[in-house]
């Protein structure tokens, strides 16, 4: 595609890695322009049966590392006079969801922290949005049984299909592009959390 790709290998969760990443991609490519926060994983467990350790770890590659990137690429930004920030948010975080109360609990506070951090650098022509993804067809889903697929194809999805990683990253582009949005979280859930029953 005649384009350089830099990887750093990293956790996130740690405040001096993540701003590592950002740094390093800074130095050698020349600055940054869009960052985006797609790290993450499940952590299962309902309020009684979750350990404390999962519920701390989920905060901070959720919502902690998110704070440390935007920290050290938003004055890198603000020199270059522009810039865009994507949040990952889920589906889980808009609605209750049995069994995952940590998650749940740290993806429903990106859209917040998308909408406050879009405000604080607005003056500065930094976009900052979240995209919130359902079902989507990854390896996060490859656990569940082929029952569980069904059932949410036939009962919980209203569109009657898995979304695809596709689906998410036109999505993810189009905020990256688009110059006048800003604050905002998109749900791409083939219409999961907009359904009563």
């Given at each position: 595609m005649g384009r350089r790709c830099l990887l750093v290998i990293a956790d996130l969760a740690k405040p001096e890695e993540a701003a590592h990443c950002v740094l390093?991609?800074?130095?050698?490519?020349?600055?940054?322009?869009?960052?985006?926060?797609?790290a993450g994983g499940f952590a299962p467990g309902s309020l009684l049966e979750i350990s404390p350790e999962v519920w701390y770890q989920a905060f901070d590659i959720h919502v902690h590392a998110v704070f440390h990137l935007c920290r050290a690429a938003a004055p890198l930004m603000k020199r270059k006079g522009e810039g865009a920030i994507v949040l990952i948010s889920s589906a889980a975080g808009l609605r209750g969801c049995q069994g995952a109360i940590a998650y749940g609990v740290a993806k429903g506070t990106l859209p917040q922290f998308a909408r406050s951090l879009a405000r604080e650098l607005a003056g500065d022509n930094i976009r900052v949005n979240c995209?919130?993804?359902?079902?989507?067809?990854?390896?996060?889903?490859?656990?569940?049984?082929?029952?569980?697929?069904?059932?949410?194809?036939?009962?919980?999805?209203?569109?009657?299909?898995?979304?695809?990683?596709?689906?998410?990253?036109?999505?993810?582009?189009?905020?990256?592009?688009?110059?006048?949005?800003?604050?905002e979280n998109i749900v791409v859930d083939g219409g999961i959390t907009m359904r009563i029953v």
């Open positions: 390093t991609t800074a130095s050698t490519l020349g600055g940054v322009d869009v960052l985006i926060h797609s995209v919130s993804p359902g079902i989507i067809r990854t390896r996060l889903q490859d656990p569940l049984t082929p029952s569980q697929v069904k059932h949410n194809i036939e009962n919980r999805i209203p569109l009657h299909r898995e979304g695809k990683p596709e689906d998410v990253a036109e999505v993810i582009a189009m905020l990256v592009s688009n110059d006048y949005i800003t604050g």
